[in-house]
Nanobody, 118 residues
Framework: QVQLVESGGGLAQAGGSLRLSCAAS????????MGWFRQAPGKDRVFVAD????????DYADSVKGRFTISRDNAKNTMYLQMNSLQPEDTAVYYC???????????WGQGTQVTVSS
């Protein structure tokens, strides 16, 4: 079992930055992939970025490539999403997720609101 708690959401202006954090507890994250999804009002929940906890390999949605950076601190069992050059289209609830590599199940955090104004 893994418990996930997001933080760092808030209000930013277009062109600004925010850093989201996701603190994981309950077990070692070795063998896990952790990442971020987001859901804008009236839209489906979509993939943003993820990272292989052991290798550090990352993947990004095309919409955020070059602007967002995912990283992790193994000692703290914490994952980060550095969001730069924010745009109003980035406004959404951002969810932290963790899943064992090779399996379909995922754990989800409660989400944190990110709002970007023009």
């Amino acid at each position: 079992q893994v418990q996930l708690v997001e933080s760092g959401g808030g209000l930013a202006q277009a062109g600004g930055s925010l850093r989201l954090s996701c603190a994981a507890s309950g077990r070692s994250l070795s063998g896990y992939r952790m990442g971020w999804f987001r859901q804008a009002p009236g839209k489906d929940r979509v993939f943003v970025a993820d990272i292989n906890w052991s290798s550090g390999r990352t993947d990004y949605a095309d919409s955020v490539k070059g602007r967002f950076t995912i990283s992790r601190d193994n000692a703290k069992n914490t994952m980060y999403l550095q969001m730069n050059s924010l745009q109003p289209e980035d406004t959404a609830v951002y969810y932290c997720t963790a899943g064992p590599i090779g399996l379909s199940n995922k754990y989800w955090g409660q989400g944190t609101q990110v709002t970007v104004s023009s």
